[in-house]
């Protein structure tokens, strides 16, 4: 059976999905990994175990199948620096999660002007922008940077591997602010050659773009045929989006994962403090985005910390909990903020708290959190001019009706789901079928349900909504302090 193969390299797992040609799934394989925090606002992860995984998942799904396409996708943005040949030289440095650069984005806006950036990349300087982190090394590892002759983002370095081509997608490199100019399309040379120095950029192509075939030592090595297309792929969020059919002007893609994401896909370039502006996965497209730091993760740390085997026992106690959670208000800025707030020192807060307040209370207190910060960002997008025509959820949350219907009632829209939420490698496996055919993604994933915002808690979470703003605003100080105690500490 013929069959498309997208693999997509996430903070938390790897994951392969294998489609046939008519978007159905044959097989899907997961490999697990963490990522490394060696110091306080550093978080890191091997570049090795990118393409380790990937030949992993490829000899998986491959077996007894005819595979004619493959595209690939990955978190974003990193940054993995390497020599000449392509051998990684220090770990990568994750988005906007790892927030060591701050030193850098103050000195990139001080010789470039913030009103400068913003008009010409879409995007203010932040922990998610690539170029302070490539100038972090610089200032920070000389003896790394003298040696680095290519960079790469996780969906490059597979794309590298598979075919040899050092390339960049124009979406990933929208993302590495300053470096990319988003009017031309192309680097911009007078901001990025200082910051990049001998490090070449990579030749920029569309994430739909084959960019070449797989080569004898990769096919080799991930049980590929050798020839067979690949196809360029993009960071994970906007391939997740495609997967849903939110690349499409007037879409919304929520993405329920580890870290909460959102894209709008507008008809024209808009710019907005606080969000990133970006070109889109397809050329003549753009987007405004948002992404919080944390959001998944905090429910991960309290499931670890009330030692529930699984995720189902706590969700029905917060569904037993009602809306407000009897008092209880969380700041999920747990890793730090990044839109709309961006704020790398920012921290979790929990206000309310009661000797009486439940597993359940705490667990819905910290679903409505992430369900507040999505608002949050919802009114910047409607701010900044975007137009919300549909709302589309997708990941790993979006398997819960509890907290969905919990970012529903808190933002007041309705979310479409469909078929399928397997997420960016079911995207990057669309991005490969359209090496082969022109496959149309509402018939590979069309719609089967839609979470209705509730009108009765739209009162009482307006409210919170109020208080969630001012807590950050009165508790900001205070938190700071504790963030710089923290750092200097090694905490």
């Not at 110091?39 to 570049?47: K, L, N, S």
């Not at 979790?348 to 992430?370: F, K, M, N, P, Q």
């Not at 719609?447 to 739209?458: G, L, S």
Request: proline letters at 6%.
């Amino acid at each position: 059976m013929e069959a498309v193969l997208g693999v997509d390299i996430g903070t938390s797992s790897s994951k392969g999905t294998l489609v046939d040609l008519d978007g159905r799934i044959i097989a899907i394989a997961v490999r697990e990994h963490s990522v490394s925090r060696p110091r306080p606002g550093w978080v890191e992860a091997d570049p090795n175990s990118w393409w380790d995984e990937f030949c992993s998942i490829s000899r998986e799904l491959s077996g007894g199948h005819d595979i004619v396409a493959v595209a690939v996708s990955g978190m974003g943005p990193c940054v993995s620096v390497a020599d000449a040949t392509g051998v990684a030289l220090r770990p990568a440095i994750l988005y906007g999660v790892d927030t060591r650069a701050t030193a850098e984005i103050a000195e990139l806006e001080r010789q470039l002007t913030a009103a400068k950036i913003m008009e010409r990349c879409g995007s203010a300087l932040s922990t998610q922008s690539a170029g302070p982190k490539i100038a972090w090394i610089r200032d920070n590892e000389p003896e790394v940077f003298i040696r680095a002759r290519k960079f790469f983002m996780p969906s490059s370095w597979l794309a590298f591997h598979l075919t040899g081509e050092y390339i960049l997608d124009h979406h990933s490199a929208s993302q590495c602010t300053p470096l990319y100019d988003r009017e031309s399309l192309e680097w911009y040379r007078p901001w990025a050659d200082p910051i990049v120095g001998a490090i070449e950029l990579p030749r920029l192509v569309w994430a739909d773009s084959i960019i070449g075939t797989v080569q004898s030592a990769a096919a080799n090595s991930a049980g590929l045929r050798e020839g067979t297309p690949v196809v360029a792929g993009t960071i994970d969020a906007w391939a997740e989006a495609i997967s849903v059919g939110a690349h499409e002007p007037g879409g919304l893609m929520l993405m329920y994962g580890t870290t909460m994401f959102l894209i709008n896909t507008i008809v024209r370039p808009l710019r907005m403090p606080g969000l990133w502006g970006t070109v889109g996965a397809f050329e003549g497209s753009h987007n405004l985005a948002g992404g919080m730091a944390t959001s998944g993760a905090i429910t991960a740390w309290l499931r670890d910390l009330f030692g529930s085997p699984d995720y189902s026992e706590l969700l029905a106690r917060a569904s037993e909990s009602p809306p407000g959670a009897r008092g209880l208000l969380m700041l999920p800025y747990f890793a730090g903020e990044r839109t709309p707030i961006p704020d790398p020192h920012a921290r979790g807060v929990i206000a309310g708290l009661t000797i009486e307040h439940s597993r359940g209370d705490l667990y819905r207190s910290a679903l409505e959190a992430t369900a507040l910060g999505v608002r949050h960002n919802v009114e910047a997008i409607r701010d900044a001019g975007g137009a919300i025509d549909r709302v589309t959820a997708v990941g790993g949350g979006a398997q819960s009706d509890v907290w969905m219907h919990i970012v529903s009632d808190v933002t007041g829209v309705d979310q479409q789901v469909p078929r399928t939420t397997v997420g960016a490698s079911f995207g990057a496996a669309y991005l490969a079928a359209t090496a082969v055919s022109s496959p149309e993604i509402t018939r590979w994933n069309p719609i089967e349900r839609t979470i209705e915002a509730n009108p009765d808690n739209a009162s009482t979470y307006s409210g919170l909504f109020e208080l969630y703003r001012e807590l950050y605003l009165r508790t900001a100080p205070i938190v700071h302090s504790l963030a710089a105690r923290q750092h200097s500490t090694g905490r």
